[in-house]
C-alpha cells in the first residue's frame, strides 16, 4: 500500500511537472510568436520565417548580438568631434560665413593618408535673388509634376513615368526646398512620408528588388514604354537612392524608421557580389529568366558603391577605379574606364555628373568620414579625378571658344536621350544616344552640369557658366534641361533629375557638403531580424567597423594616349 502510494505521488510529481514545462513552453512559444508577429507587421515581410543559430567561426559576437554594436567611424576611431548639421539658410546669422574655414593656406595635393586638398574652393554663401529665383523655378517642377495619388514625380514632365534614380532627384529637391527655406517642416514631412510608404508598398521586380521603371500616377511596375511588366533592377539606380536615403535619415531622425522598413523589404542577396562588385538585373528576352550582371564604370560606379557603402556593405572592388586609361585632351589626362566595350558590352562615358553627385553631396569623402572639414578629401582620387574632369572643360572653352559643361541629358523628341560626353567610344566630346548613333547637334550646356560645376569650383569660368543658364527656366514648369552648343537655342525640357541636381548646387552653396553624420546610437536597420535567417538570406549587413572601411586609394598614372 505504501509502495503504491509512493508510486502515485511519483506519477503526480511527473504530471505535474510535463504540466508546467508544457505551459512554460506555450508561454514561450506565445511570447516569440508575439515578438515575431509585431516585427513583421512594423516591416510588413511576408517572407516564412526560419529561427537560426546565431554565431559561427569568423564571429566575435553571435549574430543576435552584432546589431547593437555601434557603427565605427572616423570620429569614434580617432576620438575627434564629428561635423555639425548646419543650420537652415534662414537660421544662419548674417555673420555665419565669415568665419568658415576653407582651408585656404592649405597646400593642393595628397597627405599621408591619400586624402585630398584641391587647389580650387567651392562657392560658399548666402543665395543672391537670382539664385534664389532659380531655386525657386527648380522646386516648381516638383510641385507641379508630383502625382497626388503615390507622392511620385515624374521623371520627365507630364510623362507619368520614374526611376529610383529620379526618385532620388525629387528626395535631394525636397530637402534643398527645406534647407533653403522654401517650404517648411510639414510639407517636407508630409511629402517624404507619402514617397516613402508608395515606396515601401511598390511591387518588387521578382521579390529582389525595386523595377527599374514604375509608373507614378499607380506605383506599378512598367517597362520602358511604360506599359505594366517588369525588366530587371539597376544597381547604380538604388545606389543612388540608398545615398539618399542615407542623407534625410542622418539630416531627420524622425523618419528614420519608416526609411529602414523601406530598405529591410529588399533582397541584396545577388546585388552585391563577394568580391565587391555590384550587380543589376534584366530579364533574358528568349527564356524569360533573371541574368545578373556587373554595372557601372569609372565615375558611376563609384559613386554607387559609395551609396551602399553609408548602409554598412563593402562594395570594394566597385569603388576602385582600375581598371582605367587616360586620354590626353587639351593638355588633361582624362580618365575613362579601360574595360574593352566590346567585350563586356557597356559603354565608358565621361560625363561630369558622377563627380559633381559625389562632390555635392559627399564631399568626395568616403562613407565612414564623419569628422574631415569640407576643403579635406578623404576620397583623394574621386577629388583629383573631378578636378581633371573641370580642367578640360574649362581648357576646351579658352582654346575653342565652346563652353562646355558635358553631361547625359534628354533631349526633345526622337531619340530622347543622349550621351554628352567628354569622352567615349575612342573619341573626345563626342555626342552618342544610348544605341551608340554620333548625334553632334545635340551637344549642349547642361544646366545641371553647369551650375554644379559653379558650385564646386569657383573660377572665371565657371562665372560665364552661371550667367548662361542661371535665368534658363519657364517659370511654370522648372529649368530647362540646357542651352545646345551650336546655337539652337534652349534644350526645351524639363527633368527631375535637371531639376533635383540644381537645388543640391544651390543648397552647396549655403551648407556644403550635404551628408551630414548619423547622431543616434543603433539603427533598426542593423537590428532587425536578428533572430531569423532573413537577414543572411537577404546579406543584410552588420554595423561597420574600422576593418570594414573602403581603403583610402591613390592611383599610379596609366597609360596615355594623345587625343
Not at 517642416?185 to 508630409?190: A, G, H, N, S, T
Not at 517597362?223 to 539630416?251: C, H, P, Q
Not at 547642361?446 to 554644379?452: E, N, R, T, V, Y
Request: charged content about 25%; some cysteine.
Amino acid at each position: 500500500m505504501q509502495q503504491d502510494k509512493r508510486k502515485g505521488i511519483r506519477r503526480s510529481l511527473w504530471a505535474g511537472m510535463l504540466l508546467l514545462g508544457a505551459a512554460a513552453a506555450t508561454t514561450a512559444g506565445m511570447s516569440w510568436t508575439m515578438g515575431s508577429t509585431a516585427r513583421a507587421l512594423f516591416l510588413q515581410q511576408q517572407d516564412d520565417i526560419d529561427p537560426i543559430v546565431a554565431g559561427g567561426d569568423l564571429d566575435d559576437l553571435p549574430a543576435l548580438m552584432r546589431g547593437n554594436i555601434p557603427a565605427v567611424t572616423t570620429s569614434t576611431h580617432y576620438d575627434v568631434p564629428r561635423r555639425l548639421k548646419p543650420p537652415r539658410m534662414c537660421e544662419m546669422p548674417p555673420d555665419y560665413f565669415e568665419t568658415l574655414d576653407q582651408g585656404l593656406d592649405k597646400p593642393a595635393g595628397y597627405t599621408r593618408r591619400n586624402e585630398y586638398v584641391r587647389k580650387y574652393r567651392p562657392r560658399r554663401g548666402f543665395l543672391n535673388e537670382r539664385e534664389m529665383r532659380a531655386a525657386e523655378v527648380a522646386w516648381h517642377y516638383f510641385q507641379k509634376f508630383t502625382q497626388e495619388t503615390t507622392g511620385l514625380a515624374n521623371s520627365v514632365g507630364n510623362y507619368p513615368s520614374t526611376t529610383l534614380w529620379d526618385t532620388a532627384s525629387y528626395v535631394a529637391g525636397a530637402v534643398a526646398a527645406y534647407e533653403l527655406c522654401l517650404i517648411e517642416k510639414p510639407e517636407f514631412d508630409r511629402r517624404m512620408t507619402q514617397l516613402f510608404t508608395t515606396i515601401k508598398r511598390l511591387e518588387l521586380f521578382r521579390n529582389e528588388m525595386p523595377n527599374k521603371v514604375y509608373h507614378t500616377k499607380t506605383g506599378e511596375k512598367v517597362d520602358y514604354t511604360n506599359k505594366a511588366g517588369e525588366i530587371g533592377f539597376s544597381a547604380l539606380d538604388i545606389g543612388r537612392f540608398m545615398v539618399w536615403m542615407r542623407i534625410v535619415k542622418n539630416r531627420y531622425p524622425h523618419l528614420g524608421n519608416t526609411i529602414d522598413s523601406v530598405m529591410l523589404k529588399w533582397d541584396f542577396s545577388n546585388t552585391v557580389s563577394d568580391e565587391g562588385l555590384l550587380y543589376g538585373a534584366y530579364v533574358d528576352k528568349e527564356s524569360g529568366e533573371t541574368v545578373y550582371a556587373q554595372e557601372g564604370r569609372l565615375g558611376y560606379e563609384e559613386y554607387a558603391a559609395k551609396g551602399f557603402a553609408l548602409w554598412g556593405f563593402r562594395p570594394v572592388l566597385a569603388h576602385r577605379a582600375e581598371p582605367f586609361l587616360t586620354a590626353a585632351i587639351f593638355g588633361i589626362s582624362v580618365p575613362y574606364d579601360g574595360r574593352d566595350p566590346r567585350i563586356f558590352h557597356s559603354q565608358n562615358y565621361v560625363v561630369t555628373e558622377s563627380y559633381l553627385q559625389d562632390g555635392l553631396e559627399l564631399g568626395f569623402d568616403l562613407p565612414h568620414d564623419d569628422s574631415s572639414p569640407d576643403w579635406l578629401h578623404s576620397d583623394g582620387w574621386r577629388a583629383e579625378f573631378a578636378d581633371r574632369i573641370y580642367e578640360v572643360q574649362e581648357n576646351r572653352w579658352r582654346r575653342t571658344g565652346f563652353m562646355t559643361a558635358r553631361s547625359e541629358h534628354n533631349v526633345k523628341g526622337p531619340p530622347y536621350f543622349t550621351y554628352d560626353t567628354i569622352f567615349s567610344d575612342g573619341y573626345p566630346w563626342n555626342t552618342v544616344t544610348p544605341r551608340g548613333d554620333y548625334t553632334p547637334d545635340h551637344a549642349a550646356v547642361a544646366s545641371k552640369a553647369a551650375l554644379g560645376l559653379w558650385a564646386l569650383w569657383d573660377t572665371e569660368y565657371t562665372d560665364v557658366l552661371y550667367d548662361a543658364i542661371i535665368e534658363l527656366y519657364d517659370p511654370e514648369n522648372g529649368m530647362y534641361e540646357g542651352l545646345y552648343e551650336r546655337g539652337q537655342g534652349r534644350v526645351a525640357i524639363y527633368t527631375a533629375n535637371n531639376n533635383g541636381i540644381i537645388l543640391t548646387s544651390l543648397l552647396h552653396k549655403v551648407q556644403g557638403t550635404i551628408l551630414t553624420p548619423y547622431t543616434g546610437e543603433t539603427e533598426v536597420w542593423y537590428t532587425a531580424f536578428r533572430d531569423q535567417d532573413i537577414r543572411e538570406r537577404r546579406r543584410y549587413p552588420d554595423p561597420p567597423q574600422h576593418d570594414d572601411w573602403l581603403p583610402a586609394l591613390r592611383h599610379s598614372t596609366q597609360r596615355e594616349e594623345n587625343y
